[in-house]
Structure formats: C-alpha cells, structure tokens
C-alpha cells in the first residue's frame, strides 16, 4: 500500500463521503472504534493480569494474544463492511448514471409523440389516436419509473436537498383530490378531506410533499378493491401538522409490515392484486418526511384497509 | 420573423422541437454541438437561445459564458434545457446569466412553447 493510500484510508470522514454512509456505518469510522476498544482491552488486561499474575513475561504474552486476535477481528469485519460498502456505492452509481441515461430518450418519445398527436404532421385517424394513447401512457411510466430512480439515487448519495417555502398544505392536499378524482371514479371509490379550520402555511418543500402525498393517494385508490372509500384528514397536533389518509383496500400482511419502507419491497397481496408499481413510492415518502423533520408511520390490516399518517413541524 | 437558435446534440429533440417552432411562426437555427452554437450565435444574433448542457466540443456552460462574456450576445435570452437537474447546476446557470432552466423530463412540448412565448413576451 502506498503512502499515498494509507493517508487516504486515514482520512475517515472522506472516506465516509465516499460511500455516502453515516459515521456509524462506515467501515473505516467502525475500525477506528474497534481500535480503540482494543486499546483498552489490553490496557484492561494488562491492569488484571499484573493484579493477579506474578509473571510479567506471561502477562505481557496474554496482552499480545489478545490483542493480535481482536486486530485480525477488527481487520476482517471492517473489510467485509468495506467491500459492501463498495458494492453498494457501485450499485447506487449505476442506477443513477442508468436512469441519466434513459431520460434523454424518453423525452425523445414523448415530444415525438405529443407531436404526432397534436395532428401538425397530419391528420390522425382514430384508431391510430387510441394507439398513440397507449404509447404515450407507457412512455409516461417509463419516466414516473425514471424519476423515482433518480430520487433513490438521490437519497442513497445524500444529495436530496430541500427547496423549503411557505404554502397552504390544504390546499396542495385539495389541488391532489382533484387531480386523482378521475383515477378513483374509474375505480369506483370516493376521495373524502376533513381538515382542521385556519390551519397555518407550512415552512417546507412544496415539490418533495407533494410527492409524498401523492404516492400515498395513489396506493390508497390503487389497493382498494372495487367500490371503496379513501379518506383524508389533516389537523394540528401539538406543535406538528399531521396527515392521515385510510382506505379500506387490501391492507398489509403481518409478517411484511417491517419491510415496507424498505425500496422495492411489495407486498406478496399487493403484487397479486396491482403487478404494476416498482415498491419505491413508500421508500421515497419515508426519505422525505425523514428529511423534513418529519415522521411517518402506518396501521393496517389485511383485508380491512390501510392508513398511513405522516407528521410535519410547523416551523412558524 | 423572430429567430431561435437550438444548441442541442440530439437530433431527435431538434427535429422535433424544431417542426414544433416552426409551426408557431419562429425561424429555426439549429446547432448539434457547443462550437456551432456559438458561432451562430455571434454571426446570426437570434431573439432567443435554447441550450442544452451536456454537448460535444464546447460544454454548455462554456457556450453560456461566451454569450454572456461578449457584448454583442449578452442581451439575447437563454433557455437552459436539459436533463441536469442539480441545484449546484441550476445555480451555476443561473449566476452566468441564463433567463431561466427547464428540465426537458418535467414539460411537455406544449409547456416549453407557452415557456418560450412568455420569455419573449418579459423581454
């Protein structure tokens, strides 16, 4: 190893960066802990063994066993995390440079289309306009699907910043019933608000919140099965804004409730009920409530339907 | 007839974009990499300049620069549209003197040409 590299690998804070971890996940940061814990076991040891053993030969010995063994543990367990680390730095980089790539063409296909069926290249007769329809609908998966990769990608690099300005969480949350109100009709369910009166404006990020709200909205309409209700309510709550929105769709099974917030992660009833959905929508939301001091959580039950509650701070 | 210049290497995009501007009654100048964009905009002096950021030869940036750095383009708006979307880009852009940035994923192109006319309409 060169000097070069070994000062490199001392630079703890930089090398955290590097894998965008936190300081108690990282494994340059956790050698440097285990280090120092054997400092202390050999200090420790050295301090019993001249208490209770007379030779210093065997004392020293003790000392040098021991330390030479938690040195190899140390060593091993921490170039493991690195290799993880590494593997999942590079995972993390080829989504990203992925989902780079993939916009460009994406815009292509959609200004293409958008073109085609404006009708200023030519007429369009009906039949092509009911195809143009379906390739515009998958170009615009394809892109939704785009974008809450760069999101992750985002999170994972810790480079998701906030653009946090005042506006009315109401009546974002009112502008989204009316956004969705066509995808529950066709799904035959009802979108109720009941909000608190005079709520103040809220000091956050417009764009990232209404994101959240709007994955939350579309898992409710999307996991209710047939005719159904979703219902949303907002109010204050000590000295937080706090969001509720229940339906009553499939719910969660038991045994996966810990791993929903996990990215990826779908439920086995929710893939039989709804193949598409990338199991993103819940990870994303989670990052930015988290990222927004803000907390997120959920209740449900299999069968009966979900509610999934955030809260937010108010920030006057 | 007022003139728009598209520094943009994807050709797809240019056709595109280009028919649609055409069709609004714009004269179209396209350029597929950074030095073509730039020498048109010195010979030609369009009404308005669409970007794109990651080009051939000349980085958008440096296109950006150039124009603002010479008298005699510093007036002509730029549109920055790209797919870059950082803060730190949208800043760097900003503070060389681009009108505004948009993000080709996030409009339409009926958006972009509501954008494009509100721009001539401020200047």
Known sequence: MKLEEISEQLNVSAQCRKYGLSLWQCPQFLFLIMGIIIVVTAITVYWIGTKYIGDPYLVSLIILGVSAVLFVIDFTISHSFEKLAEANKIKSEFIS?????????????????ELLMSGRLGKIEAKQTEYFKILKENIGRMGELVKDLLMVSRIEAQTLFLKEKRFSLSDMIK?????????????????????????????????????????????????????????????????????????????????????????????????KYQTQGSGLG??????????????????????????????????? | MKKILIIEDESALQKTLGEVLSQQGYEVLPALNGEVGLKLAQSEKPDLILLDLVLPKIHGFDVLKKIKDNPETKEIPVIILTNLES?????????????????????????????????FQNN
């Not at chain 1, 780079?100 to 293409?112: D, E, F, G, V, Y």
């Not at chain 1, 939301?285 to 955030?310: C, D, H, L, R």
């Open chain 1, 97 to 113: 440079i992925v989902s780079h790539q993939l916009r460009t063409p994406i815009s292509n296909l959609k200004w293409a289309i």
């Open chain 1, 175 to 271: 502008e989204l019933i009316v956004a969705f109100r066509p995808l529950a009709k066709a799904s035959n369910i009802t979108i109720s608000f009941k909000n608190q009166k005079d709520l103040p404006q809220i000091m956050a990020d417009p764009f990232q919140i209404r994101q959240v709200i709007e994955n939350l909205l579309d898992n409710a309409i999307r996991y209710t099965k047939e005719k159904g209700k979703v219902k949303l309510k907002l109010k204050l709550e000590h000295d937080n804004f706090y969001f509720e929105i229940s339906d009553a769709g499939v719910g969660i099974p038991q045994k996966d409730k810990k791993y929903i917030f996990q990215k990826f992660f779908r439920t086995d009833n929710a893939m």
């Open chain 1, 282 to 316: 819940l990870y994303i939301a989670k990052s930015i409530i988290k990222k927004s001091k803000g907390k997120i959580g959920f209740k449900s039950q299999e069968g009966q339907g979900s509610t999934f509650w955030f809260t937010l701070p108010i920030k006057r």
């Open chain 2, 87 to 119: 803060m730190e880009d949208v800043k760097r852009a900003m503070e060389l003197g681009a009108t505004t940035y948009l993000v080709k994923a996030n409009y339409s192109l009926e958006e972009l040409t509501i954008k494009i006319n509100q721009v």
